[in-house]
């Protein structure tokens, strides 16, 4: 039986402070959240009153009924374009040891490499002469094509610690190379599926900037542009910011919990590779 020494007391301390700094900011988000605007007592203080008229407010100024709508289409549809391609890029690079599929592979992995700020302004040229400026596709176009090599990197490592069997067993009973993908190796993918589908959902939702550029001037909003509105040059009504911020998070970490078995498999899947 394990005995209860100082240094479990100490480990548990430890673990007990780390969650009390990791703990505090959404304290203090969801507790301003919650807050009058005429109270200027400390952000530390728990509120005295609080109320839930600053989620009816934010919700109803904002508009976040139509810029959650926005978000969910952008971020379904990106992660579903990101996932189909990545997964179906990194077959044939993980599974075939040809001189050309390495080369490929490194070709992938410099979009890496390259910052997305260069190119920024090419990219928004470039949606601009297609029409897409102000429309949901610019956001979808974009982030499929960011994040389709970080996702294929995923993927081609958890792939090259899958057993070929399965794919073998399916090619003698007959099937085609796009049924043994999609029937037997797919869904062998789940975990680093998982994985992929919530780093990407993250930051295709919380992203500010892309959308900022790409929908300004249209009545098109997502979450994090739709509550820049309360921020003015003068007068920013930051009680309304914090219960918008409260709002845009629950989807997400929503999906985060139902997805968590799944992104720690894939992960150490990934680590594997």
């Known amino acids: 039986m394990n005995r209860y020494r100082p240094r479990t ?4 301390a430890a673990m007990i402070a ?4 990791i703990a505090f900011p959404l304290y203090v988000l969801v507790n301003l959240s919650l807050r009058d605007p005429r ?6 203080l728990p509120t005295t009153s609080p109320t839930l008229g600053n989620y009816a407010d934010a919700w109803r100024e904002a508009g976040l009924a139509g810029a959650i709508v926005n978000s969910v289409v952008v971020t379904a549809v990106s992660v579903a374009i990101i996932v189909a391609v990545s997964a179906m890029a990194a077959y044939p690079l993980a599974r075939v040891t040809a001189r050309w599929s390495r080369w490929t592979f490194l070709l ?15 990219l928004y040229q470039t949606i601009r002469d297609l029409n897409l400026l102000g429309t949901l596709w610019s956001l979808v176009l974009f982030y499929s094509g960011l994040q389709v090599p970080f996702a294929t990197f995923l993927y081609v490592g ?4 899958v057993p070929r069997e399965y794919e073998e ?3 003698i009973d007959g099937a ?5 993908f999609w029937r037997v190796v797919f869904p062998l993918l789940r975990p680093v599926t998982g994985t992929v589908v919530i780093l990407n959902a993250i930051f295709v939702w919380n992203d500010f900037l892309t959308p900022f550029l790409y929908l300004s001037g249209s009545d098109q909003q997502t979450i994090p542009v739709a509550i820049y509105g309360f921020i ?15 709002i845009a998070m629950l989807p997400i970490l929503i999906v985060y919990f139902l997805m968590q078995r799944h992104i720690i498999k894939g992960f150490a899947g990934g680590l594997k590779g």
Not at 39 to 44: A, L
Not at 109 to 117: E, I, R, S
Not at 232 to 246: E, M, P, T
Request: hydrophobic share 60%; aromatic share 8%; proline share 5%.
């Open 9 to 12: 007391l100490l480990r548990e």
């Open 18 to 21: 780390v969650t009390a700094v």
């Open 39 to 44: 109270d200027g007592s400390s952000i530390v």
């Open 108 to 122: 992938v992995l410099l979009g890496l490499l390259l910052p997305f700020q260069l190119a920024l302004l090419p």
């Open 158 to 161: 958890f792939l090259r610690v």
């Open 169 to 171: 067993a399916a090619l």
């Open 176 to 180: 085609g190379p796009i049924q043994v």
């Open 232 to 246: 003015g040059q003068y007068v920013s009504q930051w009680n309304l910011v914090f219960a918008g911020l409260v």
